[in-house]
Nanobody
Framework: QVQLVESGGGLVQAGGSLRLSCAAS????????IEWFRQAPGKEREFVAAISSLGARTYYIDSVKGRFTISRDNAKNMVYLQMNSLKTEDTAVYYC?????????????????WGQGTQVTVSS
């Protein structure tokens, strides 16, 4: 069992930055692949970025490459998503998810555990 709690969302102007945090707890949290998904109003939830259990591997969708950076600190049981050069199309609820397998890009059905989400709003 893995529990996930996101934080760090908010309102930011286009071109600005935000750092999302995902606090993971549970017996297997440090061995899990952690993924970030997002869901914009009226759209399906989509994968954004993933990081392997030890942080050696990362994977991003093309639209965020060069702007977003995923990282983790297993000593603190934290995963981060640094988002720079934000665009209005990045507006969404962002969710972190735990997955037992490294299988990028994952689908929504691949994730085993989910957080409650944090809202990111980018204004023009």
């Amino acid at each position: 069992q893995v529990q996930l709690v996101e934080s760090g969302g908010g309102l930011v102007q286009a071109g600005g930055s935000l750092r999302l945090s995902c606090a993971a707890s549970g017996r297997t949290s440090s061995s899990a692949v952690i993924e970030w998904f997002r869901q914009a109003p009226g759209k399906e939830r989509e994968f954004v970025a993933a990081i392997s259990s030890l942080g050696a591997r990362t994977y991003y969708i093309d639209s965020v490459k060069g702007r977003f950076t995923i990282s983790r600190d297993n000593a603190k049981n934290m995963v981060y998503l640094q988002m720079n050069s934000l665009k209005t199309e990045d507006t969404a609820v962002y969710y972190c998810a735990a997955d037992r397998r490294w299988q990028p890009p994952p689908t929504v059905n691949d994730a085993d555990y989910w957080g409650q989400g944090t809202q990111v709003t980018v204004s023009s």
